[in-house]
């Protein structure tokens, strides 16, 4: 059963360009979030989808966007990069209905800004 | 809204000492509580949960948490620690249930003294 994959793992971009993240959620799950964590920090909601739309939003701005296509896999893209986007970003994928509250995670790209 | 507050951002401890990691939660209405476990480089992991019932969550490997409501915490707990129980650990809160929007505290990192 394979669990939440993501690619790629690392990467290094400079400012001002844009970068796509890739999310396949674990088999059987049909949601996934995004998250941001920052060095030494917890994890921050940048937002949800559901059915291939955005569901739930955190306080991100506009430079973050997603989509979600119908396998049910996910991607992250941010414009106009910024030193402060450097973080490991965390796909999460869950099952909507199925009242768990658990999240399962994968392992995480992480960005670095030059 | 919701937050969560963790007090400790390090705890060592000795290993085969007890260790409790400390949690606090603010909500306007009814909550679901996690810990989660982050080894080096890796994603989250969900070590326990309440969601609802018996205030004493057992969770994976050994860790035990209680919900108090009165005081809004929901300390993590293990009477003997071990090297491999080294990790950062996240408190979290989510308060829109089947949405799973989970907020995440800064974590406390558990460092295990031989």
């Known amino acids: 059963d394979a669990g939440v994959t993501q690619s790629p793992t690392h990467l290094i971009k400079t400012r001002g360009q844009q970068v796509t993240l890739r999310c396949s959620p674990k088999s059987g799950h049909d949601t996934v979030s995004w998250y941001q964590q920052a060095l030494g920090q917890g994890p921050q909601f940048i937002f949800q989808y559901y059915e291939e739309e955005e569901r739930q939003r955190g306080n991100f701005p506009d430079r973050f966007s997603g989509h979600q296509f119908p396998n049910y896999s996910s991607e992250l893209n941010v414009n106009a990069l910024l030193l402060g986007d450097s973080a490991l970003y965390l796909c999460?994928?869950?099952?909507?209905?199925?009242?768990?509250?658990?999240?399962?995670f994968g392992e995480g790209s992480r960005l670095t800004v030059l | 809204a919701q937050s969560v507050t963790q007090l400790d951002s390090q705890v060592p401890v000795f290993e085969e000492a007890p260790v409790e990691l400390r949690c606090n939660y603010s909500?306007?209405?009814?909550?679901?509580l996690f810990w989660y476990v982050q080894y080096p480089n890796q994603g989250l992991q969900l070590l326990l949960k309440y969601l609802s019932g018996s205030t004493l969550v057992k969770g994976i490997n050994g860790f035990e948490a209680e919900f108090n409501k009165s005081q809004t915490s929901f300390h993590l707990r293990k009477p003997s620690v071990h090297i491999s129980d080294t990790a950062e650990y996240f408190c979290?809160?989510?308060?829109?249930?089947?949405?799973?929007?989970?907020?995440f505290g800064t974590g406390t990192k558990l460092q295990v003294i031989p």
């Open positions: 999460a994928s869950s099952l909507r209905g199925v009242n768990t509250g658990e999240l399962f």
């Open positions: 979290a809160v989510s308060d829109h249930w089947g949405y799973q929007k989970v907020t």
């Open positions: 909500s306007s209405v009814s909550v679901y």
